[in-house]
């Protein structure tokens, strides 16, 4: 266990529909970090939040969006779904200061039918 | 977009043999990281290496980086059939909380 966690691990939808992935980071951790895994485009970065706050975006697209909560776990909402945003979504977490590297979950796994 | 390429995309090994992957990168750096992952599993931090330094040791594995040609490789020696899994480098461009960008990966086989 990483101790970072996501759910669901696996979904399963249809085109047109909307999911919410969830991540509680590692304890103490203030930065969360998502990313898309796809067997074509690898790992891309979609956005950062730190501490409540967004820090940086990546290729995220404007159907997809996400939050970071008091409690510091995030969300990242997925709309208007399409068969192409089949993929492996990651949440990381890290804190420089105590640890090197990302800390990540084992992945919510998503199919779009 | 990537800004590491793994080279090379796909390796396959016997126990026991050495495994050398290389990393390529496009602008100036912060820090170099190599990440692992097994199978549709998350990636797990192997080791990080600063643009200060030139090589770095973590258990059986060796880190060099070379920021004048702007690569990296990792080395696993004596590897072991449990080293099976795709690595990836990872770079960042300042100091602090900036996203890392990751590579597509080295597929690692190691055949029993």
């Known amino acids: 266990d990483s101790g970072v966690t996501q759910t669901p691990k696996h979904l399963i939808t249809a085109t047109g529909q909307r999911v919410t992935l969830r991540c509680s980071p590692r304890?103490?951790?203030?930065?969360v970090y998502w990313y898309q895994q796809s067997l074509d485009q690898g790992l891309q970065f979609l956005i950062q939040?730190?501490?409540?706050?967004?820090?940086a975006k990546g290729n995220i697209l404007e159907r997809f969006s996400a939050q970071q909560f008091p409690d510091l776990h995030s969300e990242l909402n997925l709309s208007s779904l399409e068969l192409g945003d089949s993929a492996l979504y990651f949440c990381a977490s890290s804190d420089p200061g105590r640890r090197p590297g990302y800390t990540f979950g084992s992945g919510t796994r998503l199919t779009v039918v | 977009s990537q800004q590491g390429e793994e080279d090379p995309q796909a390796l396959s090994i016997q126990e026991g043999e050495n495994a050398t992957m290389n990393c390529s990168y496009k602008?100036?750096?912060?820090?170099l990281q190599w990440y692992r992952q097994n199978s549709g599993r998350g990636l797990v931090h192997l080791i990080l290496?600063?643009?200060?330094?030139r090589e770095k040791h973590s258990g059986r594995l060796r880190v060099t980086l070379d920021t004048s040609k702007k690569s990296s490789s990792l080395l696993i020696t004596a590897s072991r059939a449990a080293d099976t899994a795709s690595y990836f480098c990872a770079t960042d461009f300042y100091s602090g909380n900036t996203p890392l960008v990751f590579g597509k990966g080295t597929r690692l086989s190691v055949i029993a």
């Open positions: 290496i600063r643009s200060n330094e």
């Open positions: 939040y730190y501490n409540g706050e967004e820090r």
């Open positions: 304890s103490g951790d203030l930065s």
């Open positions: 602008t100036s750096i912060n820090n």
